[in-house]
């Protein structure tokens, strides 16, 4: 069940230029959360000023229900998440969450891939960590501008998983973009996971439905509520009607839907 | 000290606190269960409600600016019949007041509406005038005394229950607009919805919303919200719900001292989903600090 | 890099380049010297000039809201022949153009305004139809299209000078405004005015502002703002001036994009006093980086 | 001449509840700085966020040209100086100043007396330390709620002057309001320089013109530009015409006005 909680943050660090880590401590989130869920939040504790006015969905990083903390790494560009970037230990935020439905994973499914670009390596990799904590078969695939933006990078090299990274800059890895690794004919797969930017989605779902596997994929939409009442998040979804599709809410039904059905042309 | 009261009597709509939820931001009211309790709300207006299902206008439908949100959301909703069947049954037993808010093309439109709607369970209608008129060239309904009446009129002729009208600010003299709609027969005003405004990304050069255009809500209408309640307040006889920015305790008493009798939150629920709780307590706390042992004796206060 | 041209031809009006300051917040411009290189201005609109010397309202005269700002200053000014005798002296030898923003109770009172302006050192004349008409029982001369051409056609036989019409922006279709001062024969629309708004002091129950009600200005208003622009320049052949909340190279840029061929800095003065410089050096950056030559090569880029 | 810069607080301190101290590093301002000016400030170095959106006009307590240091004391009451009171040493400020027509000394003058209340007594500590310095006769009539209320307090105590203060709690001196004092036959004067609550200067402009004596006020009014541009703040002022007053501006006319002239009707 999703609350609002006003936190404190335990630690913050740019761990790129323009990206951020935050470490939050807020037992009753971190208790309920699951994988794929995000919290809705707010750089204040007093909601006073107006300007900024909107909270900012971002996805859970890490969860760690021992310690009552979670994680969130971001990429400070607009008003919000510049202010969110000034904030030290100590300091407050305003949250909501957990929120949304998360990643499943299908019982009796050994093979994984996950696929992410960009700031959609950050709802990833706790899916990774539970799928190795499953002793699944994990491989990798992430890419970005250059490599201090390949985020959990380092987390990644020291897990049991099959890891390939690509860099537009050629700073790491592979240069290019990281779909085209699915071209690669050694990679097989029985589910996978993807987030990013549509482009390179549409590129996986393409490639899911050429290769007839399945997968979900965990979307972004400009966020009003995040509790279902205000319709501003929704996404295309196919459905078994007239038109063949219908809008779903992103916060609540999604963020995380099949891939084979998101429709991606907005 | 005992409790001031707390209920307000909108012509015959009696809520147990002055404190609404405005339309298209409270969803049917179930959608805040984890933040609010319900129950304690005086009123819920559902999400605006159609004769037929709409699916609504494309994404992005909303862009934050200063002190503001613009939405395009399109109306999106399941239809009246849907409504109905599936989703009053849901809210009809809180204690909050259940409001829906109905939109149509044409006067037909919201006739129908009205005629569906007179059920057990749905405790008034808010009729949206806010909306663009095909038949009259899109010119919405709101902008002229003559229209705006038109749909209260055939609303009224369908239904005896509560009849609350909905201005649209985006109109020169809002006076004019209230006087029409009070002959037209409604028992309460409820203002003001969106002002119309825009915003344009500058990086690819075109607006933010696939719709282009947007109403704009949330702190920075406040000052144009109060205004219109003080104007119509005393342009008209009927109880007003004041609403435009709304975020906490402070500005919902702006609102009640220019003039309205209740008050409608909306955009704030998004920055702060128990934002309406903390405006009950804080209505109730002034009342008390200042000895007043009634909310309707601040009704409206600040006209002289 | 060669600079790109930031000239703009307002229909005959020359500006060195778009960035303007809005009639009421830059004074008649030295007020800013210490803060800003005056010559690098493309215009100033100087204080709302009338007839006779205006005392303007009691105080308070501003109150702070989100994102924005009431004022109801009241035109207080000097009088248009002591701006003859006193200041225009001073002011006309700098590089901006001198815009002089008129403000009367009848049609006469802008004709003669227009007549007595009608010497060197006065580049243009902005007609601020905002005002509420006394004859007319109050009601602004820019909420109805036939009273805002009777004052531009007023003005127009007096002078061949360059007139800007600027508009109020509390209206329900800004549109017929802006085509009905364009027939009359306005070189330039300006837009917008303030929004009418009220603030309300909930300690002592009454409104802030000695005058009650007060119009809406700065980053709250600019979703309106930028919305009529977008409308008024499908509207209408005449360059635009656009203003309403810029407060920022980007904000300006906004504006330029909806169609406005030069934009007004106003309330954002108040907050930053160098705002206009910043934005100056912003637009040319962005022209830079984007690899535009000309800044009308922007003008109305978002429109399709 | 004013201008803006971007500063850094040196020093922040609750002196009282609600009421700080901060001093600010502004060597340009402070070269300049007269008594009774003030400054016009934003507690953001960035004017990105809106809201609250106008300076907040502030008068300097301490003006310090050697270390090129400004001193504030306000009392932390609105949105805007609550914003201010959560800065700390090495956070910036966005100030304008030094704004408007100080307070002048007349020469030939030998007994001063100041009367300041609640807030009105943070712009008078200048005059009191010049007058002091240049070996005038001064008395120092001082009140407030409470003895914490009482600016200054304790650097008036080690000065060389008359010294009398109420409090409305009797927390301290006298049990009363400030005017009070004026009765008294003992204080005789030749100037007289006052500030705070209109009432109050109202009972001492009275005064001065019952005992036909002159002195100086310092008024506060709501203020937008603070460069005499926007006519928001303007007071009444008897001058010579018809109406026998005009309004002039507060911000670059005033703060300080001759006491006898000013009109308190608003
Ligand atoms: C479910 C979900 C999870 C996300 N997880 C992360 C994450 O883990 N890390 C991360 O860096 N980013 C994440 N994002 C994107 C993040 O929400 C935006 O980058 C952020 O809202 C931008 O705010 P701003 O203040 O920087 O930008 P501004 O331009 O000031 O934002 C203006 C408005 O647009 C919205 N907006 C702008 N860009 C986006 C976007 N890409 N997606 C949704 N809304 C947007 C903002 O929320 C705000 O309402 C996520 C988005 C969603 C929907
Ligand atoms: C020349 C001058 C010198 C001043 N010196 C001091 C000082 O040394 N210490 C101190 O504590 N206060 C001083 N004040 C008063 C101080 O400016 C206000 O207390 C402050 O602006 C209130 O801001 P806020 O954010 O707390 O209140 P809010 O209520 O949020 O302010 C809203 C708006 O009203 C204005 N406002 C509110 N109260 C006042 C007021 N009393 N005077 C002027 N504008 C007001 C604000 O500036 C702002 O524009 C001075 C005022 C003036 C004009
Ligand atoms: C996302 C969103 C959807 C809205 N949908 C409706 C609607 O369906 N019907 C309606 O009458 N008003 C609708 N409104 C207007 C609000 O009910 C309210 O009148 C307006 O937002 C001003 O109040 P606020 O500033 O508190 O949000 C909507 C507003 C928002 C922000
Ligand atoms: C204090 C103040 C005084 C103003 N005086 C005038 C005026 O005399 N004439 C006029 O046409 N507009 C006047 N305006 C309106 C501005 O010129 C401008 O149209 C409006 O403020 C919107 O721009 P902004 O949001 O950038 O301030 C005034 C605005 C303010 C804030
Ligand atoms: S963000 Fe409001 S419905 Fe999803
Ligand atoms: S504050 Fe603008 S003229 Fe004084």
């Known amino acids: 069940m999703s609350k609002r909680v006003i936190a404190k943050v335990i630690s913050q660090e740019e761990i790129s230029p323009r990206h951020f880590k935050m470490v939050i401590d807020a037992p009753e989130v971190a208790k309920e959360a699951k994988i794929g869920q995000f919290i809705h939040l707010k750089w204040v504790a007093k909601l006073n000023e107006h300007d900024p006015l909107l909270r900012r969905p971002i996805s859970l990083n890490e969860i760690d229900q021992e310690a009552g903390t979670i994680t969130i790494i971001y990429r400070a560009i607009g008003r919000g998440t510049q202010l969110l970037a000034t904030l030290k230990a100590g300091d407050q935020v305003d949250l909501m969450g957990p929120i949304g439905m998360g990643f499943s994973i299908p019982e009796d499914t050994n093979k994984f891939v996950v696929v992410g670009g960009g700031m959609g390596i950050a709802p990833l990799y706790p899916v990774v960590k539970k799928l190795v904590e499953l002793n699944k078969e994990v491989t990798v695939l992430i890419g970005a501008e250059n490599k201090g933006q390949l985020l959990n990078l380092a987390d990644y090299e020291e897990m049991d998983v099959e890891l390939k990274a690509s860099t537009v800059d050629g700073s790491y890895g592979y240069q290019g973009f990281v779909t085209e690794f699915l071209d690669d004919t050694l990679i097989d797969a029985d589910y996978i996971y993807t987030c990013g930017p549509e482009v390179m989605m549409e590129v996986v779902q393409n490639w899911v439905i050429a290769n007839d596997i399945k997968g979900e994929a965990s979307l972004e939409e400009r966020m009003g509520c995040g509790t279902g009442a205000c319709l501003s998040c929704v996404c295309k979804i196919k459905v078994r009607n007239e038109s063949g599709w219908d809008y779903k809410k992103t916060c609540i039904q999604g963020p995380v839907f099949p891939l084979n059905e998101v429709i991606f042309d907005d | ?103 149509g093309n044409t006067v037909e439109d919201y006739a129908k509406l009205a005629n569906k709607l007179n059920v057990e369970g749905v405790d008034a209608l808010e009729i949206n005038i806010s909306c663009p008129n095909v038949k009259k060239g899109g010119l919405a309904f709101g902008t002229q005394p003559e229209m705006a009446a038109s749909v209260v009129e055939a609303v009224r002729a369908e239904t005896d229950m509560s009849l609350i009208t909905k201005l649209s600010p985006n109109v020169a003299d809002i006076t004019s607009i209230a006087r029409a709609v009070e002959e037209a027969g409604t028992d309460v005003i409820s203002l003001i919805n969106t002002l119309l405004g825009m915003k344009i990304d500058i990086h690819n ?58 008050i409608s939150v909306g955009t704030a629920n998004f920055v702060n989903p128990e934002v309406t709780m903390e405006i009950l307590d804080g209505i109730e706390e002034y009342l008390v600090e200042k000895g007043y042992e009634d909310i309707n004796e601040i009704v409206g206060k600040a006209i002289k």
């Not at chain 2, 147990?16 to 339309?23: E, I, K, M």
């Not at chain 2, 004769?51 to 009246?80: D, S, Y």
């Not at chain 2, 282009?212 to 008209?236: D, E, N, T």
């Not at chain 2, 435009?244 to 702006?254: F, L, R, T, V």
């Open chain 2, 1 to 103: 000290m005992t409790k001031p009261n707390l209920a307000v009597d909108l012509n015959g709509l009696k809520l147990q606190n002055p404190v609404t939820t405005a339309s298209g931001t409270f969803g049917f009211g179930p959608e805040y269960r984890n933040y609010v309790d319900l129950n304690r709300l005086g009123g819920v207006m559902v999400k605006g409600t159609t004769l037929n299902p709409k699916l609504g206008n494309p994404t992005p439908r909303i862009a934050e600016t200063p002190a503001g949100m613009l939405n395009a959301i399109g109306l999106q909703n399941p239809g009246v019949d849907h409504f109905l069947a599936r989703i009053l049954p849901l809210i009809k037993d809180y204690n909050f007041k259940t409001i829906v808010n109905i939109s």
């Open chain 2, 205 to 262: 050069q075109e607006p933010i919303l696939a719709n282009k255009m947007g109403g704009l809500s949330g702190p920075a209408i406040k000052p144009v919200a109060v205004r219109m309640v003080y104007q119509v307040a005393q342009a008209v006889e009927v109880p007003l719900i004041g609403m435009g920015g709304i975020s906490n305790a402070d500005d919902a008493i702006e609102f009640l001292l220019a003039g309205a009798s209740a």
